[in-house]
């Protein structure tokens, strides 16, 4: 019994319940409870803790900014992280499959797709750049340190001398002589990292419609990083869940070290005081707020799909109550931990160019591939840190892109739930691989950056705003708050606290409603330094947006021309109404009004497994049903 009660306990599951009666046998569940936490805190803390988070903090106010920012995370953040973990567990489905809740609903899950699909392209890409850089770093000096190179122009200043690499750091007289010509700082100098950035790396052309080539070594390592996403998902969230305790702990060890390293330099307590030294009369600035909401709501990976898709493998009763307050408070903890890493090289490089740490501070890829990397050229064994850096970006990148790549090879197999679609997931994971290659390669050309940009800015803003929701109300307002807070009781043993109650009806709508408004009345139309993009591009820009959002209407309106009844109305009333397959997926686990009124003596479940009663009381058979409501049995001909 002890032993039990320990293997319970070991994956997750409420106590009282074994781990033999909660495996979902036919889908597959994490190998233990600690494969699906570091799963989340992968897919979570991404590459905009890194770049986006600091930049944001020291432009809001510095400290002023936690202000806000923790109070979000506690109304909104975590509220919303509970709300689909929680979906996702209870049905034991992928983002598609779990709207059998509300079946005229089921376009939020399409759009979440649909985002999952923009996002995986661009962010592939991010990941391969990160590797080209890896790569280039395993060399005794970075190409990107001096001015002598074939892609250099006459407008380029280094920061390092050319004697530089020979003497001390501390001989810093060599640097201060041109400090007033360096990057950034004057209309017409260039640093080498930008340089090496705009004209070796991307060549980047003059306008987002003139393609010109395609950079073979970007492409190149495009391909890699998909052989490894691929290689790890290759048996599902069995071998993820494996790859995971690497990917999604060692880029701390990285963190760390660069900590390190950066507080011991000098101007690094600079750097740091410009990151967090509050400016308390911000927070009166409505921006700042909305800016807290949406980093929030963004970092998290809340309305991708990959919650409710991770969710899904779980031990039914597993607490995800627990694992949602720690997966938040664990990524906003690396937000602001990335900070201090990232600021603390930023003072010191400013420290050397004699300059404000705002006249060196950036963000996003101007951060991760100009700005960093050339900070780092002034430090001793500058490659071996450039090695760390990017490695630590590229692990930060994959463990997003593997929950980005499951939501959508799990939707197609949950809704399609065919025996033979099971057996060759294998081959459905390789296929959706393949595909996002290839729709990655125009982000690979002399244009790809502006795409790139485009697709970050446009594929998942106010629409992830939109669905989500869309998804609290339908959840809420249609299936019904009682309904959710006893399927939360079921599989939990306790009902959801009355705060997350609240914030689930009241506040988080509210909010999410507010970032909405926010992105609407802060839009800008995008530029990339000083290229200003065309018209057409930004309406393909919204259309991008649009394209997940409109699968809510036209599949609404299709579920309602589908539907039963005599009447508009009745149609719409049976186009809300829970699938009779609605509950939990196992047998055992359904109870109370998901018992099924089957006499024999052999229980029937609608998602799926067959349990012999009366025979084999603890024994589960594989008789389980997929979306489409076929069924297998092997052991049917015995």
Excluded at 41 to 59: Q, T
Excluded at 507 to 518: Q, T
Excluded at 573 to 581: E, F, G, T, Y
């Amino acid at each position: 019994m002890e032993k039990k009660v320990c293997e319970s306990m070991q994956n997750g599951a409420v106590l009282g319940e074994t781990t033999k009666k909660d495996e979902n046998i036919r889908r597959g569940n994490w190998g233990n409870q600690i494969e699906f936490v570091l799963t989340s805190v992968g897919y979570a803390v991404g590459l905009g803790n890194v770049w986006r988070f600091p930049y944001l903090c020291y432009r809001n106010g510095g400290g002023a900014f936690m202000f806000p920012y923790f109070i979000m995370l506690v109304f909104c953040g975590i509220p919303l992280f509970f709300l689909e973990l929680s979906f996702g567990q209870f049905a034991s489905l992928g983002c598609l499959g779990v709207w059998k809740v509300s079946p005229m609903f089921k376009g939020v899950g399409y759009g979440m797709m649909v985002v999952s699909t923009y996002i995986g392209i661009y962010y592939n890409v991010v990941i391969c750049i990160a590797f080209y850089y890896f790569f280039m770093s395993m060399t005794n000096v970075l190409p990107w340190t001096y001015c002598n190179n074939p892609w250099n122009t006459k407008d380029c200043s280094g920061v390092v001398g050319s004697s530089y690499a020979n003497a001390s750091i501390a001989n810093t007289s060599t640097l201060m002589r041109n400090i007033s010509e360096l990057v950034n700082h004057t209309a017409k100098r260039t640093s080498p990292s930008e340089e090496y950035w705009k004209y070796h790396v991307l060549n980047i052309s003059d306008d987002i419609g003139h393609f010109g080539e395609v950079r073979l070594p970007i492409l190149g390592c495009l391909a890699a990083s998909w052989v490894v996403v691929f290689l790890c998902l290759i048996r599902g969230v069995k071998s993820s869940g494996k790859v995971v305790y690497f990917t999604a702990t060692f880029p701390y060890v990285v963190l760390t070290v660069l900590f390190i390293r950066g507080i011991t330099l000098d101007g690094a307590v600079n750097g740091i005081k410009y990151y967090l030294t509050p400016q308390w009369k911000m927070i009166l600035d409505a921006k700042v707020w909305g800016d807290a909401a949406s980093q929030i709501f963004y970092s998290l990976g809340c309305a991708w799909g990959g919650l409710i898709t991770m969710a899904s493998y779980n031990k039914f009763h597993n607490n995800c109550y627990r694992d949602s307050i720690i997966i938040s408070i664990t990524n906003c903890a690396t937000s602001v931990y990335a900070g201090f890493v990232i600021f603390s090289i930023l003072g010191f490089m400013a420290h050397h160019l004699g300059v404000d740490v705002a006249d060196v501070a950036d963000h996003g890829p101007g951060l991760a591939f100009v700005a960093y990397p050339g900070a780092l050229t002034l430090l001793p064994i500058s490659p071996l840190w450039s090695l760390l850096f990017f490695f630590m970006l590229i692990l930060l990148g994959l463990g997003t892109q593997f929950c980005l790549l499951e939501t959508l090879v799990t939707a197609i197999v949950d809704e399609i739930g065919t025996d033979w679609i099971i057996r060759n997931k294998t081959y459905v994971t390789l296929g959706v691989a393949v595909v996002g290659f290839l729709l990655g390669v125009p982000l690979t050309s002399q244009a790809g950056i502006y795409w790139l940009l485009l697709m970050d800015n446009y594929a998942a803003s106010f629409s992830l705003v939109i669905i989500s929701c869309i998804m609290c109300v339908s959840i809420m307002y249609i299936y019904g708050f009682h309904n959710y807070f006893k399927d939360v009781e079921m599989m939990l043993g306790f009902p959801p606290p009355i705060f997350f109650r609240i914030c689930w009806r009241f506040v988080s709508p509210a909010i999410i409603s507010f970032i909405l408004v926010f992105t609407v009345v802060q839009y800008k139309p995008i530029t990339y330094n000083d290229y200003i993009y065309p018209g057409w591009s930004l309406i393909i820009g919204f259309l991008m947006a649009l394209s997940s959002v409109i699968c809510i209407p036209i599949y609404a309106i299709y579920k309602i021309w589908t539907s039963d009844g005599t009447t508009f109305l009745e149609r719409v009333k049976n186009a809300l109404k829970p699938d009779p397959s609605w509950g939990p997926a196992l047998q055992e686990h359904r109870t109370g009004r998901y018992a099924p009124n089957v006499s024999s003596g052999s229980n029937l479940n609608q998602e799926g497994q067959l349990l012999h009663t009366k025979e084999k009381p603890e024994e589960v058979s594989l008789m389980i049903q997929g979306s489409n409501d076929s069924a297998h049995n092997p052991e049917a001909s015995a």
